[in-house]
């Protein structure tokens, strides 16, 4: 089958791309059978909002924070269906097992690195406590995710502080998110390569809900790198046991928002999918990796309201299991594709030490992707 139109007009002019600018969808690379929401980002599902905190100061601070709040309101009080699927557990996210006993998520989500979960905790506290009409909350459950951006960043300096957090969470807006080098993503490496923030989105047709599913990854792992089906980091020499010594160790983050009305056992199953958008990338969920999903609907009315009155019961609608899999499908989907985004967006950096990690040669991927379509 012959390469798409646009695609053959874009490889013959890739001296004149701007890559670090261009998505691989606007670059020709599809992903999936189904559409994109308006922007291809978690914000596509109403309501979603991202906020970043970069930190890049001198030779070896290379850090950050991401905040994925979930509707505009207060959280606290208004809290969401939530669920958090564990991939591989090597990490450490905060806040799991209330989310997993209650089904319930009452505090944004921050994403930031490793030795700063403690500063992320901190940060989500003091924001919430401060919320109008939380005056007499004592207990708050932040969810706080990380990878180890110790090669590029002076982690053990702990740079991050509580009043950074903060400034994540109220810089969050809707619309475009920036990815790559950015938030939690600024000292990451996935593959061998740069790795970062990256997201998309899937909207289903009317005929199956016209639902929209969004994920956004802090991408900092390894494996075989796969683009479109295309084996690139056999091409490149880059992926693991290579030789006796190699490995392939690190981190993901995926976050799914979506506004289906969905409660937490099928939020987990459809977190469940998101690590086999993970593996068609090439990621292995390695012995030392920590990969966590954590999944929530924005569905007005499956809200959980702190305050219920002795006995009331709730009222609200959900989808059955049966429909559920084109659900599953826009997952797998947007995980790919957010963590391909994560590549493409990510620039080459210095960071401690002198150490460098390359940007994803896009050149040349594009050009094996084109040989693949001919």
């Known amino acids: 089958m012959k390469a798409p139109l646009l695609l053959s007009i874009l490889i013959l002019s890739l001296s004149s791309i701007s890559f670090s600018q261009s998505r691989p969808r606007d670059l020709g690379i599809s992903i999936g059978i189904l559409p994109t929401g308006k922007l291809n980002t978690i914000t596509d599902v109403s309501g979603v909002q991202v906020g970043h905190f970069t930190k890049i100061e001198g030779d070896a601070i290379r850090t950050g924070v ?11 009080q208004d809290k969401v269906p939530a669920a958090i699927f564990v991939g591989n557990g ?10 997993q006993e209650l089904g319930n998520l009452e505090s944004p989500i921050i994403l930031t690195n490793t030795l700063s979960v403690a500063a992320g905790i901190e940060g989500v506290v003091r924001y919430s406590l401060a919320q109008p009409g939380n005056e007499r909350v004592q207990s708050v459950n ?9 090669y590029l960043n002076d982690i053990r300096g702990m740079h991050i502080s509580p009043q950074e957090v903060i400034e994540a969470i109220e810089a969050a807006k809707s619309g475009m998110v920036e990815e790559g080098n950015v938030g939690a993503g600024t ?9 970062g923030i990256g997201t998309s989105s899937r909207k289903l047709p009317e005929s199956l ?11 900092n792992f390894g494996g075989n790198l796969q683009i479109a089906g295309v084996p690139v980091g056999e091409k490149l020499g880059k992926y693991p046991f290579k030789d006796a010594l190699e490995k392939s160790d690190g981190s993901c983050m995926i976050v799914i928002a979506t506004d289906a009305p969905v409660l937490e056992r099928n939020l987990e199953r459809m977190a469940q999918r998101a ?13 030392g990796s920590g990969d966590y999903v954590v999944a929530f609907s924005t569905a007005e009315g499956l809200r959980i309201p702190y305050t219920i009155a002795p006995q009331e019961l709730l009222n609200g609608e959900f989808l059955p299991n049966d429909d559920m899999t ?9 995980t790919e594709e957010a963590i391909i985004n994560s590549l ?8 401690r030490d002198g150490n460098k990690v390359e940007a994803l040669p896009k050149e040349k991927v594009l050009e094996w992707i084109k040989a693949s379509k001919d």
């Open 66 to 76: 991401t905040a994925i709040i979930p509707h505009p309101g207060n959280l606290f």
């Open 90 to 99: 090597f990490g450490k996210l905060a806040g799991v097992t209330q989310v």
């Open 142 to 150: 932040a969810v706080v995710g990380e990878t180890n951006d110790g």
């Open 187 to 195: 000292g990451t490496v996935c593959f061998g390569w740069k790795g």
């Open 209 to 219: 809900g016209g639902y929209t599913v969004g994920v956004l990854v802090q991408t």
């Open 275 to 287: 690590m086999m958008g993970l593996a068609k990338t090439g990621g292995i969920a390695s012995n």
């Open 326 to 334: 084109s659900l599953f499908l826009g997952v797998i989907e947007a």
């Open 344 to 351: 493409f967006a990510a620039e080459t950096m210095t960071g």
